[in-house]
């Protein structure tokens, strides 16, 4: 069984800064890709940013050069850091990760419970 487990939303102000973690627990699973995707209200759920095993990168346009993702293999945690939020960034976040596991052929996707961040004056 793995879980993903989330936190750091919240509400800020636009022009402020938030990180969410995300912890992978669990066992029998390595990890092939982590990263974050949002839903606002109304609209489809998008990619925010992702990372590899690898180390690589990528992220949605709207985000570049505002948002970084990085991880802790040790703890099998993504951080998603997001600095001057905007109040289109309020949306619910959502951890996703890839994973290899011992009880399957091909990588599965796990989903966390989402975290809302808000973006208010």
């Known amino acids: 069984q793995v879980q993903l487990v989330e936190s750091g939303g919240g509400l800020v102000q636009p022009g402020g800064s938030l990180r969410l973690s995300c912890a992978a627990s669990?066992?029998?699973?390595?990890?092939?890709?982590m990263g974050w995707y949002r839903q606002a209200p109304g609209k489809q759920r998008e990619l925010v940013a992702g990372?590899?095993?690898?180390?690589?990168?990528n992220y949605a346009d709207s985000v570049k050069g505002r948002f970084t993702v990085s991880r802790d293999n040790a703890k099998n945690t993504v951080y998603l850091q997001m600095n001057s939020l905007k109040a289109e960034d309020t949306a619910v976040y959502y951890c996703?990760?890839?994973?290899?596991?011992?009880?399957?052929?091909?990588?599965?996707?796990?989903w966390g419970q989402g975290t809302q961040v808000t973006v208010s004056s």
């Open positions: 669990g066992s029998g699973f390595s990890i092939a890709a």
């Open positions: 996703n990760a890839v994973l290899y596991t011992a009880w399957a052929d091909d990588s599965q996707n796990y």
């Open positions: 990372m590899t095993s690898g180390g690589s990168t």
